[in-house]
Structure formats: structure tokens, C-alpha cells
């Protein structure tokens, strides 16, 4: 979707290092959710972020909103081979998250 | 929690031909979406229910696709007249009111 930018599209990192998703929104966000999805297979929720300023972690994952930027980052430390994936973010524009928009993912590659 | 249940996983058919897969929700969950995801792409918005009434359709749900959610249960999605261009992967979600959305594996459909 246009209204929402993923970069990179694709990454290629080796074991250990840490990395940078970043989803940018060109209309005002009322929530961010990112999902990781395997190759062929459906996506897994993996945080929701939904005021400014917020920040949520999950074991390695830590997910940021910037309000002004309308812009949300993933960071992933010291990464493994089972962090690789396609990761996702959708948005959600209205009032009440119904649909959600999403961007076209980033393929993430751990190498051993 | 069983989570999202799809039926069938793959689907191959003739053009022309009519399909219909099957979407069963996470029990205590109100809210139902299908999305649709083609090649290298994030998933798009097909159409949302509540309970069993349908409350928004996407532009991209043509007069060929139906979806119903009887006793607002299970939901099933029709594709009548199946097109070369509508192969990709059907994706159904649920959640509680305003909550994130919890994705099924997918059925995938091959029309040739």
C-alpha cells in the first residue's frame, strides 16, 4: 500500500547483529501492529503500539511508535536464524481498528 | 485457545469454476476479516464482520465474491466464476472489539 512505506524490503544480517525495520505512514495513525509471517504460512501478532511515544518489547523484539513522524521502528538485538521471516506492520486509520492496512513486509535473513 | 482454523490450506481449480473456503474464529472473538495477499505483497482488506453482520466490503470484493457468518460463528467466503487473477493467498482474522487481530494459516488458491 502506498499509504504505508516498509524499508528496507529485504535485509540480509549475520547471527548476533542487530537490525531496523521502519514503517512509515502518510495519513495520521490511530494504531501500528506488527506481524511476522513464514513463507506460506499466516501472520503472527507481535505488538500493538498505539500512543506516541510508545514502546513495547518482546524478548529481542522492541517495536516504537513516533507520533510526529507517523512512523513506527523494529529493532531486533542480537538477532537468530528464527527471527527470520517476513515482518509486517498494519495500521489502522479509523477510529475503531476494523480493517487494517498494511505495508508489503520485509524479508528478513539470519545467517548462521 | 485453538486458534484460527482455515479450510481447505490449498485449492486448485479451473477457471470458472466455483470456490468456497471456510473460516473458523478464535470461540470467544465477535469480529471476522478477510483479507487477500498476492506474491511479495502485505495482505489486503476484503471484508469485516461483526457478530453475523457484514459492516464494511472492499472495493476489491467484485459481484463475484460472497462471505457469510451464520449465527456468528464460522464464515465462509464464495468466489463464483473463478479468474486467473484471483490466485493468491485468502487470509481470515479475528478479534475482540477494537483488539488485535489474530491471523488463520490461509487457504491458498490456484485457479489455471
Known amino acids: 500500500s502506498q499509504e504505508l512505506e516498509q524499508s528496507p524490503q529485504s535485509l540480509i544480517v549475520q547471527e548476533g547483529k542487530n537490525l531496523t525495520i521502519n514503517c512509515t505512514s502518510s495519513?495520521?495513525?490511530?494504531?501500528l501492529y506488527w506481524y511476522k509471517q513464514k513463507y506460506g504460512e499466516g501472520l503472527i501478532f507481535l505488538m500493538m503500539l498505539q500512543k506516541g511515544g510508545e514502546e513495547k518489547s518482546h524478548e529481542k523484539i522492541t517495536a516504537k511508535l513516533d507520533e510526529k513522524k507517523q512512523q513506527s521502528s523494529l529493532h531486533i538485538t542480537a538477532s537468530q536464524p528464527s527471527h527470520a521471516g517476513i515482518y509486517l506492520c498494519g495500521a489502522a486509520y479509523s477510529g475503531s481498528a476494523r480493517q487494517l492496512t498494511f505495508g508489503s513486509g520485509t524479508q528478513l535473513t539470519v545467517l548462521p | 485457545d485453538t486458534g484460527v482454523s482455515q479450510n481447505p490450506r490449498h485449492k486448485i481449480t479451473k477457471r470458472g469454476q466455483n470456490v468456497t473456503f471456510r473460516c473458523d474464529p478464535i470461540s470467544e472473538h465477535n469480529r471476522l476479516y478477510w483479507y487477500r495477499q498476492t506474491l511479495g505483497q502485505g495482505p489486503e482488506f476484503l471484508t469485516y464482520f461483526q457478530n453475523e453482520a457484514q459492516l464494511e466490503k472492499s472495493r476489491l470484493l467484485s459481484d463475484r465474491f460472497s462471505a457469510e457468518r451464520p449465527k456468528g460463528s464460522f464464515s465462509t467466503l464464495e468466489i463464483q466464476r473463478t479468474e486467473q487473477g484471483d490466485s493468491a493467498m485468502y487470509l481470515c482474522?479475528?478479534?475482540?472489539?477494537?483488539?488485535?487481530?489474530?491471523f488463520g494459516p490461509g487457504t491458498r488458491l490456484t485457479v489455471l
Open positions: 482474522a479475528s478479534s475482540r472489539r477494537d483488539s488485535e487481530q489474530f
Open positions: 495519513k495520521t495513525l490511530y494504531g
